[in-house]
Structure formats: C-alpha cells, structure tokens
C-alpha cells in the first residue's frame, strides 16, 4: 500500500492512534430516536437516539485541548442533541488507509489526505446535506473556503477546523539581530533568504552544526505547490491532468534549495534532524534550532502557545521568490474538512460536527487553544492580529497579497513531496544533477499516477 502523508504534522506517522480513543459525551438530554443513515443538515437532522455516538479521528494531535474546551459548552450540547463524541488525534495516514480498506473507518476524520480519499471513493459527496443545512454555506465563510471544497463537481467534505492563509517567511528576530542583519530590510527572494540563511548558520569548531538558517524543504517550504509557485510554475495542471516538474525553473529550484543543505553540510544538517524532535515539522524552530521558516499563519500561534520563550521573537514577511518574480507577493488558500466516510455508521451525526466547528463558538476555541483560524465570515473581525507574534502579518496579506493559489489538488501531492525531498538531498550530495532531478521527478509522477489507475 502506498503511503500517504499527512498534511501538516508529518511526524505523527509514527504515533497512529498513540493517544487511543476516548468517549467524550455531550451531556445534553437524549433526544428522540435517530434518523437511520440519511443525510440531512441541522435543520432536518433528527435528534440523537440515547447512546449515539460519532466517531472522529484527526491527523494533528493538538485539537484535543480545543475538543476538551467545547465538551464544556452549552453550545455544544445544544448542537449534538446527545451524541457521544468517539474522537481519536494523531491518527496517520496508514491508520485511515487500513481502516477503509478493512470496512472499518470512523464516521468522519479531519487532516489527512482529502483529495486523494475522494478519488478512491471513499468518501460521500455532502453537497446534498449542505444544501439542507441552517449552518453551512456559501456566504457563511470566505470564498476560496468554499471553493476549495469542490473537486470533479462534488463538495468531498464540511469546511472546518482550520482553513487560513498558508505561507510566510517566519524568523526569530533574536537570532536575526545577534548575526547583525538589517532586520528593516527583510529578504525577498531566494537568494536573499540564502544570505540571511548564511548568516544565521552556525557551527561549532569541530564543525557541528549548532544553529540552521533555513531549511527551505521543512513546513511549508517543503510544499509541492510553494516551491514551484515561487518560481511562477504551474506543476499540475488539475483540468488537463498534466505534470509540468521538467521544467528549467525546477532546474533553478534543485540547484538553489540544495545549496542552503550544503551550506549546513548535508551529514551535519541530516545529523540535526535525527535528533529527537527536530525532525518533525516545525519543531527545530520550536527548539531554537532553527531561525527561519516558511510557515502558515498557524505558526505563531502553535509556537506561542507551545514554546512562549521561542515564540516571543517571532516575526513574519513575505515568503521568497525566484528574482524575476521579485515584485510579487504570494499569498495561498487551503481549506480542511470534516470528511465522511461512504461506510460511516452515521453520517448523520458525522455531519452535524462537520456544522459545530463553523459555529463561532467552535471558531472562537480552536483560536485559543491551538492558534488555528477557520474563516466564518462572522468569526474574522473577532481575530486579534496581535494576539500571537508575527500573526498581525497574516491577516494583513489577505488584504496585501498579489497572487492567489489553491494547494494540494493533485490527488499524488504527498507521494510527489516524497520523492522531491529524496532527490533534493541527491542533488545537496551532488548523487544528481539539478537536471536529472527534475527530470526524474516528472516522470516518477507519471509513473505513480499510472499505477494508481489516474490515466483511466
């Protein structure tokens, strides 16, 4: 089986369902017996049968104190009329492929590979509940959210959790000021950031490495889509189902992004990441380690709240561009979904959670507790931009940003980003030229979306 990686919190693959399930029961009255399986939105819905449950499992572990913090709400109870919530975190990708495969999914999940769970058809479309539904809809939440949702015609899962602006270059400004940059004059393009990250890098006598610039394959520099938008390139065309990663900026792209591994030394920077924790995503900033970072607007707030003495030094700019592109300021759009599975044994309750995490008061936790922002037209003016370091400048480019992109439509997103990483570090150790890795890279995506029957 193929795997599949999750979107954000990589290193939770190898803590499927460490965290193991829980019952997290509403304590509102029972309601009257349950619809069966139809799907309906919250107005048609009947009420939960006593002892109903929905089964939940998400790819990230850090919305179980959020979880905790709405159990306790009138709202709520109010909303899930009795339901027992079943909620798993820090589930990965080869858990929710098993279990599909073994007939056994949850009733919904959140933060795993969407896209692709639809293309199995694994998934039930839930245009038909939205349709029904006093909650969710399109003039609720801001429209690339909605659109977003959408692929071949179908809405393939609720908008929910957490669906904001994705990339900024994020730096600590402690570290930024100890190696005497001009932090008035933040970098704008690839081989600005390279100098910064120059400056930044740091190694002790014995030539260990001590401190990175910027690893710009971690979070989401890494993206598939960031890396090739920065240069202007359209890698996969989603109407005509054609790759475009032989390209001669992709050629620019291998070349420049090796060069901040071998700056670090690509033993000494493979060294770094082995140790525990600064491998996961983001978690090398977190640990100081790390002094730049391509992120989403989460960053500051996850950093804040989980390393306040780290996140305190936290600033965000625009992320960098290839030189031709230096005038452009890219700014890109993702969205997560309740998703619900075609085998769920309610689908009804499924949905009714999909609702509750557009309510304000779902909006209002998830920010305070993890950081997250999930854009309910209603929630957005209650967002203070200086809540968490570095976040003011988010919710700025929304209004400041002069190029827009949808990411992760391409049903092979997570097995191209695989293979990127692996023929970055070759061309770092110079195994490959920078040519050969883009030529490689294009075809291993023919190759795996020919296996996976996508031609058909």
Not at 159 to 172: K, T
Not at 284 to 312: D, L, N, S
Not at 355 to 378: L, M, Q, R, S
Not at 407 to 416: E, G, S, T
């Amino acid at each position: 089986m193929k795997k599949n990686h999750l979107s954000r919190r990589r290193f939770l693959q190898v803590s499927a369902m460490a965290g193991g399930a829980w019952a997290l029961a509403a304590c509102a009255p029972a309601g009257a017996p349950a619809g069966g399986e139809e799907a309906a939105g919250s107005s048609d819905a009947a009420p939960a049968a006593e002892g109903a449950t929905v089964s939940y499992w998400a790819g990230w572990g850090q919305l179980e104190a959020a979880i905790n913090a709405m159990l306790e709400t009138d709202e709520w109870q109010s909303h899930m009329e009795g339901l027992t919530l079943e909620y798993r975190g820090s589930v990965n990708s080869e858990a929710i492929l098993t279990a599909v495969a073994g007939g056994t999914p949850p009733d919904c999940h959140s933060n795993h590979d969407y896209p692709n769970l639809y293309t199995r058809g694994a998934v039930l479309p839930v245009q038909d509940m939205v349709e029904s539904s006093d909650i969710v809809n399109k003039d609720m939440m801001l429209q690339w959210t909605w659109d977003y949702a959408f692929f071949g015609g179908d809405m393939i899962g609720v908008p929910g959790i957490e669906s904001y602006v994705q990339w900024g270059l994020n730096y600590n400004i402690d570290a930024a000021e100890k190696a005497e940059l001009d932090v008035e004059n933040l970098p704008v393009t690839w081989a600005e950031a390279l100098e910064w990250h120059k400056a930044m890098t740091i190694k002790d006598d014995a030539g260990n490495l001590i401190q990175l610039g910027l690893d710009p394959n971690d979070a989401m520099g890494g993206d598939v889509d960031f890396q090739t938008s920065s240069y202007g390139i359209q890698w996969y065309d989603e109407d005509t189902r054609e790759f475009h990663l032989d390209d001669e900026r992709m050629v620019d792209i291998f070349a420049t992004t090796s060069e901040f591994i071998k700056i670090a030394g690509p033993d000494q920077f493979a060294g770094m990441r082995q140790v525990q924790g600064n491998g996961a995503w983001g978690a090398a900033f977190e640990a100081g380690v790390q002094t730049m970072i391509i992120e989403g607007y989460w960053h500051p707030g996850e950093t804040m709240i989980a390393k306040p003495e780290i996140g305190q030094y936290n600033r965000a700019t625009w992320s960098p561009v290839s030189e031709d592109r230096r005038d452009v300021k890219m700014q890109a759009v993702n969205a997560h979904f309740v998703q619900i599975f075609k085998e769920a044994k309610n689908p009804t309750g499924a949905f009714r959670l999909g609702e509750w995490f557009n309510t304000v008061t779902a909006c209002d936790i998830i920010f305070k507790e993890v950081g997250w922002i999930h854009p309910v037209k209603e929630f957005i003016p209650m967002i203070d931009p200086n809540a968490f370091p570095g976040l003011d400048f988010y919710v700025q480019s929304e209004q400041e940003a002069t190029e827009w992109h949808l990411l992760r439509r391409c049903p092979i997103h997570w097995f191209v980003k695989d293979q990127w990483d692996a023929l970055r570090d070759q061309v770092a150790r110079e195994e490959v030229t920078p040519e050969e890795a883009a030529a490689q890279l294009n075809q291993r995506a023919l190759d795996e979306w020919d296996a996976q029957g996508l031609s058909m």
